[in-house]
């Protein structure tokens, strides 16, 4: 079986038909990191493409801050009550996520988390299965 990456992963879920974005507590250079790698771009072209990279530094606002995760979905013009969160980490992404209205799904490959008050996946991959087609 093929590990499938979050390139991929992204590819895949834009391809059905998903509005994807980024929300990260960075220093300014995310959005430039992430396409330096191949990972997604907000512009045409051959990566992934996301419709936006919400970088905390550039905003003045950092998760868990639910105002993070409402910007990027005023942005993509998605109800929160539609959307899903995939982040690594309960307190920043799944607590932020949450307090925005925002489906958390946190991922968790060492299954350390220990907590059942929401939902865990072990690679990106498996945000297919959650999801339905678009």
């Not at 590990?3 to 059905?16: D, F, N, P, T």
């Not at 330096?36 to 970088?55: A, F, K, Q, T």
């Not at 991922?107 to 939902?119: L, S, V």
Request: proline share 4%.
């Amino acid at each position: 079986m093929a590990v499938i990456g979050g390139a991929e992963v992204l590819r895949a879920l834009s391809a059905s038909g998903y509005l994807l974005g980024v929300v990260s507590n960075a220093m300014g250079t995310v959005e430039s990191e992430l396409a330096s790698v191949g990972v997604c771009s907000v512009e045409e072209g051959s990566m992934p493409r996301v419709g936006i990279v919400v970088d905390s530094h550039h905003l003045g606002i950092e998760k868990p801050d639910p105002r993070i995760f409402e910007f990027a979905l005023e942005s993509l013009g998605v109800d929160a009550s539609k959307a899903v969160y995939v982040g690594d980490t309960v307190r920043f992404d799944v607590a932020g996520a949450r307090a925005a209205g925002l489906y958390p799904i946190h991922m968790d490959p060492f299954g350390f988390c220990g907590t059942n008050d929401h939902d865990h996946i072990n690679r990106l991959a498996e945000i297919q299965s959650w999801l339905a087609p678009a």
